[in-house]
T-cell receptor, first 117, second 113 residues
């Protein structure tokens, strides 16, 4: 997972607070993907972003969740007014170019483990 | 919706034996399949992939088999080692939506020394 940096590694929030998860893609990668993993489950796609654009947010909950990937700086996944059900591991992946061959560019970070108390 | 699923949620094997992890997929449009390994507290790590125009691909100690007729995928690990203990996910994606990789629920592999 070297190269895709996620922080914080662990985040504890009380119900109603906001959670901000950051992802810095690998150098040279301009495509970022966010996934959520509940305990004992697989990863669920949330959103795909390129610099300054949301390309596919079909996996994002309609409320409270938002994502951005600004021209400068990391991608941010923001969860407002967190609830206990938001507790999960959130993983970010990055790639160079989607259609160029995922196997050479799709790299995951180590994740942020969000716990809502 | 379409999904990828695994037949066996847990698998225990003796060190040195071969491991076989199975996966079923339902999206006939999927044309690219990936196996990931996830160790505790870490993100998924790419193991091996296969495109739909192939039925077998080999890597170092790992082989992936694809049977498009029955929409079945398997990962074979030769001479399983303690370091292979992890959760293994199969994943699929399609040419029409390479931005979205769909993961199965995972199989936990435990290697008995």
């Amino acid at each position: 997972n070297a190269g895709v940096m996620q922080n914080p590694r662990h985040l504890v929030r009380r119900r109603g607070q906001e959670a901000r998860l950051r992802c810095s893609p690998m150098k040279g990668h301009s495509h970022v993907y966010w996934y959520r993993q509940l305990p004992e489950e697989g990863l669920k796609f949330m959103v795909y972003l390129q610099k300054e654009n949301i390309i596919d947010e079909s996996g994002m909950p309609k409320e409270r969740f938002s994502a951005e990937f600004p021209k400068e700086g990391p991608s941010i996944l923001r969860i407002q007014q967190v609830v206990r059900g938001d507790s999960a591991a959130y993983f970010c992946a990055s790639s160079r170019l989607v259609l160029q061959g995922i196997e050479y560019g799709y790299t995951f970070g180590s994740g942020t483990r969000l716990t809502v108390v | 919706g379409e999904s990828v699923g695994l037949h066996l949620p847990t698998l225990s094997v003796q060190e040195g034996d071969n491991s076989i992890i199975n996966c079923a997929y339902s999206n006939s449009a999927s044309d690219y399949f990936i196996w990931y390994k996830q160790e505790s507290g870490k993100g998924p790590q790419f193991i091996i992939d296969i495109r739909s125009n192939m039925d077998k691909r080999q890597g170092q100690r790992v082989t992936v088999l694809l049977n498009k007729t029955v929409k079945h995928l398997s990962l074979q690990i030769a001479a399983t080692q303690p370091g292979d203990s992890a959760v293994y996910f199969c994943a699929e994606t399609a040419k029409t939506s390479y931005d979205k990789v769909i993961f199965g629920p995972g199989t936990s592999l435990s290697v008995i020394p």
